[in-house]
């Protein structure tokens, strides 16, 4: 399979404008879905917002499905769940909580990103529904970027926030990606490194 990689940099757009253009050269055209996943702070959520802007896609990120700071393995699996049905209930991080019903827009395309985003259930799950719509294929990328980077971005991003449960959580995802194998389940790697 051919996975290429490329540098991110702190161009996140720009490497946005060349996946986007890598998808667009595909011979079946830009897929129905690109689910995105990486650790924490590795520039998911940046290529995710460059992507579905250039695609005209709507987003599904993971970090609402979680029920808190120990959720991340909960989360990830309510991922399929929330992709077949078309529907979820979005944690509030504040009220600790899930609140609203949303419905995701059977007629866009749908960049999904998060930690936990690609698993076998979850891939399998955005493979029926891209089918179930009109077709179209599913685009899955692993964000990589070394952990004292990430750390930095992470905490630049969400400070204090984040800071107390930095550890725990990277516990989570270590153990989820044990399991799970995303890195195994990605058609493109990109190694995300600005310095």
């Given at each position: 399979?051919n996975?290429?990689?490329?540098?991110?940099?702190?161009?996140?757009?720009?490497?946005?404008?060349?996946?986007?253009?890598?998808?667009?050269?595909?011979?079946?055209?830009?897929?129905?879905?690109?689910?995105?996943?990486?650790?924490?702070?590795?520039?998911?959520?940046?290529?995710?917002?460059?992507?579905?802007?250039?695609?005209?896609?709507?987003?599904?990120?993971?970090?609402?499905?979680?029920?808190?700071?120990?959720?991340?393995?909960?989360?990830?699996a309510?991922?399929?769940?929330?992709?077949?049905t078309?529907?979820?209930?979005?944690?509030?991080?504040?009220?600790?909580?899930?609140?609203?019903?949303?419905?995701?827009?059977?007629?866009?395309?749908?960049?999904i990103?998060?930690?936990?985003?690609?698993?076998?259930?979850?891939?399998?799950?955005?493979?029926?529904?891209?089918?179930?719509?009109?077709?179209?294929?599913?685009?899955?990328?692993?964000?990589?970027?070394?952990?004292?980077?990430?750390?930095?971005?992470?905490?630049?991003?969400?400070?204090?926030?984040?800071?107390?449960?930095?550890d725990?959580?990277?516990?989570?995802?270590?153990?989820?990606?044990?399991?799970?194998?995303?890195?195994?389940?990605?058609?493109?790697?990109?190694?995300?490194?600005?310095?």
């Amino acid at each position: 399979m051919n996975r290429p990689g490329a540098p991110l940099g702190a161009d996140l757009f720009g490497l946005a404008h060349r996946v986007h253009g890598r998808l667009r050269a595909a011979e079946a055209g830009p897929p129905s879905i690109v689910m995105i996943d990486g650790r924490s702070g590795s520039g998911k959520t940046s290529l995710a917002a460059g992507l579905a802007r250039l695609l005209g896609a709507a987003i599904l990120a993971v970090e609402d499905l979680y029920p808190g700071w120990d959720g991340l393995a909960a989360g990830s699996a309510s991922l399929a769940t929330a992709i077949e049905t078309g529907t979820y209930r979005r944690y509030d991080w504040h009220a600790a909580a899930f609140t609203e019903r949303i419905e995701i827009d059977p007629a866009r395309r749908l960049v999904i990103e998060g930690c936990g985003a690609l698993s076998d259930a979850s891939v399998a799950a955005a493979a029926r529904r891209a089918r179930g719509t009109g077709g179209g294929a599913v685009h899955t990328v692993w964000v990589d970027c070394p952990a004292e980077e990430r750390r930095e971005r992470a905490l630049a991003r969400d400070g204090d926030t984040f800071r107390p449960h930095w550890d725990a959580w990277a516990a989570q995802e270590h153990t989820l990606f044990a399991r799970t194998r995303p890195v195994a389940l990605a058609r493109e790697i990109i190694h995300a490194e600005s310095r």
